[in-house]
């Protein structure tokens, strides 16, 4: 690619009129691709140091601090200038946005590294799930520390479709707006903006209750834009990164192909649970109480609906099936299991009919003879959302806000826990929630999950540790 010499005066600086146009602000939602003449050199350079800030943000989520709080921005920072992220620590945490050479100079810098992550992450499922989660968090950061006139600068550039609603609908709708939107008040009414956006913008701020909404549109104000914004750039980067996963299977340019293979291998730092099947294990005598014990909230909400309406449907027999699998339990006692509940409302014959041949399939005994593996935290959220009657899927990605905080409250988590996880659940932090789930239920031991099996080890390791060390002579 060539640079194209035409050139704007800005501030007494040359900059070329393209740059000008591709990199106007530091928040982006890096719709444009790079240009000019690049660097190999450079780009692996600049990608390290990217995939080297996702690693230190990923850090601060996993210490377990709570999500935009002081305490996690100042982690990050700390980190970044440690570091020596100098342009990261000057794109994240600066409220101005200037238009320098060095500005333009950092903004594309962030373009170039970003489009170089995504054909490295694109290929997989897991890898592109967890680069757009540390993107997403990379993108709120830079919007905590943006004034409201960089945020509406943002919008503009951006061409979103947020309309501010008129003085007149502002004061017709004083009240609602007042009753309904948390932070807002009589003293900051009248300095706050609100946005009429479709109720789908954010669905999420309807679960939480947390704006007014009539005939399908919600009024929501200027400090909760980031909701909406954050979901629209979410949006862009999953389709990004889908449209290139299928454009690498076509082309790609045999100079980038070593840096993009490094780049994808360096995700090995993203650990991933490999469960080891121990089949017998886990008795069908001990199920209920291990049930509450040391099952992830995913699988306890399968098992319990089980035992009260005594059917799941396909997603969740599937789920639940292999996780039992994956701790232990015999494919005969699987049978007997799942016949002893089924059984209640169907007949024997039934059963056996429709149902004995997949829970053999899923043990690798019937059909291709695959050794099925119990699913993963990102395939267990990837499934289609749960229909009426079906109770599959992950609770911290699914459930709202009041129902997820009445179950943690009723499993005995502390309020303050249950703020917690939830402020986590609702910040998008699904795995984090759960991981932080754990903490709470195993007195304040900690373990990062990706993956049912997992928690359900870490919880045995637990439980057994505590055994042997409330024996006699064992030293504490």
């Given at each position: ?176 707006l007042l009753n309904c939107t948390p932070r807002l008040n009589a003293s900051n009414f009248d300095s706050t903006d609100f946005y009429k956006v479709p109720f789908k913008s954010a669905p999420e701020l309807l679960h939480d209750l947390s704006c007014f909404v009539r005939r399908g549109f919600m009024y929501v104000p200027h400090f909760d834009a980031i909701r909406i914004l954050e979901n629209v750039f979410k949006e862009h980067l999953t389709s990004r990164l889908l449209y290139f996963s299928e454009a ?229």
């Amino acid at each position: 690619m060539e640079i194209h010499t035409k050139t704007k005066t800005v501030n007494n600086i040359n900059i070329p009129e393209q740059f000008l146009k591709l990199y106007p602000h530091d928040a982006c939602l890096y719709e444009n691709r790079p240009e000019g003449e690049l660097n190999l050199i450079e780009i692996e350079k600049l990608t390290e140091e990217r995939l080297e800030v996702l690693m230190i943000i990923k850090g601060a989520n996993d210490k377990g601090f709570a999500y935009t709080s002081d305490e996690w921005k100042k982690y990050i920072l700390e980190m970044l200038t440690n570091g020596n992220h100098v342009d990261y620590v000057r794109l994240l945490y600066h409220p101005d946005f200037k238009l320098t050479n060095e500005d333009i100079r950092r903004r594309r810098k962030d373009v170039l590294s970003h489009y170089i992550l995504v054909l490295a992450f694109c290929q997989e499922e897991e890898k592109r799930s967890w680069f757009t989660q540390l993107e997403v968090d990379m993108f709120r950061l830079k919007f905590l520390h943006l004034t409201d006139t960089g945020i509406k600068e943002f919008i503009k550039i951006n061409g979103i479709g947020l309309t501010i609603i008129s003085k007149d609908d502002k004061n017709k709708y004083r009240e609602d707006l007042l009753n309904c939107t948390p932070r807002l008040n009589a003293s900051n009414f009248d300095s706050t903006d609100f946005y009429k956006v479709p109720f789908k913008s954010a669905p999420e701020l309807l679960h939480d209750l947390s704006c007014f909404v009539r005939r399908g549109f919600m009024y929501v104000p200027h400090f909760d834009a980031i909701r909406i914004l954050e979901n629209v750039f979410k949006e862009h980067l999953t389709s990004r990164l889908l449209y290139f996963s299928e454009a690498l299977k076509l082309y790609c340019d045999s100079r980038l192909a070593p840096i993009i293979k490094r780049m994808s291998n360096s995700s090995s730092k993203i650990t991933e649970y490999n469960p080891v099947v121990n089949a017998g294990s886990v008795s069908l005598t001990s199920l209920d109480s291990l049930s509450q014990t040391s099952f992830p909230l995913c699988t306890r909400n399968l098992y319990e609906a089980l035992q009260r309406f005594h059917h799941l449907k396909y997603n969740g027999r599937q789920l639940l099936q292999l996780f039992l699998k994956g701790i232990g339990l015999s494919v005969q006692d699987a049978l007997e299991f799942f016949r002893s509940e089924f059984t209640k409302v169907i007949d024997s014959n039934k059963f056996d009919k429709e149902y004995t041949y997949s829970i053999r399939h899923n043990y690798g005994l019937e059909g291709s003879k695959i050794d099925y593996n119990p699913p993963s935290c990102i395939n267990v959220m990837n499934t289609s959302p749960p229909n009426q009657g079906e109770y599959h899927g992950c609770p911290f990605r699914l459930w709202d806000a009041p129902m997820l905080k009445k179950r943690l409250a009723g499993l005995g988590i502390s309020n303050q826990g249950v703020i917690e996880i939830t402020d986590l659940a609702k910040a998008g932090h699904a795995q984090i929630a759960c991981s932080k789930f754990f903490e709470h239920t195993h007195g304040g031991t900690q373990a990062a999950i990706n993956h049912p099996n997992q928690f359900f080890e870490e919880s045995r390791k637990y439980y057994l540790s505590k055994e042997q060390q409330s024996q006699p002579g064992t030293s504490k």
